[in-house]
């Protein structure tokens, strides 16, 4: 018999003050120095893809093409460059979103990893247009990374929907 990963527990629904609260850090923390080693995730698309799966009504298109002007405006890059590639990664997710929910993690991280890469090699194609020199191996190590934290990154993001429905007093969280 097969070992299965998935709760019996109904979650309760997402606050929007979180969704936006999360995608915030993920847009700090790729703006921060260590963000340009070649191996670190993307972590706004990583984000994006999750929140794109779990609730496509408040995370799409919208906000990946704002979220990938903020990260061309802040890596200084060719403008549209991260909005081109967030807006198509927000699309692929939503699209699959019913199909990938129903995997457990493991295999949710499986159908991510393109999606992942997607990313990658849809920057590397907008890069490549004006002729600037084309990135190594090691630049598709970050989605591999990525696709590596989906499970603890879902335990994380979906703690704050698994509050209990009456309040205890004697209970931290």
Partial sequence: MQPTYSSSRILQPVRYWFILF??????????????????????VALLL?????????????????????????????LLGQHALAYVLAAYAASSLSRRILWFPLVQQAMHVLPLLLAVQLMQIGVRATPGVELPGLSYFA????????????????????????????????
């Fill in 142 to 173: 970050g989605p591999v990374i990525a696709t590596c934290l989906w499970f603890p990154l879902t335990f994380v993001l979906l703690l704050p929907q698994y509050r209990p429905t009456e309040h205890d007093a004697n209970r931290p969280i």
């Fill in 22 to 43: 999360s995608l915030c850090v993920a847009l700090v923390m790729n703006s921060t120095p260590p963000s340009a080693w070649p191996w670190m995730p993307d972590w």
């Fill in 49 to 77: 893809v999750f929140w794109s799966i779990r609730e496509p009504r408040y995370v799409g298109m919208g906000s990946a093409f704002l979220l990938g002007l903020a990260m061309d405006v802040a890596d200084a890059n």
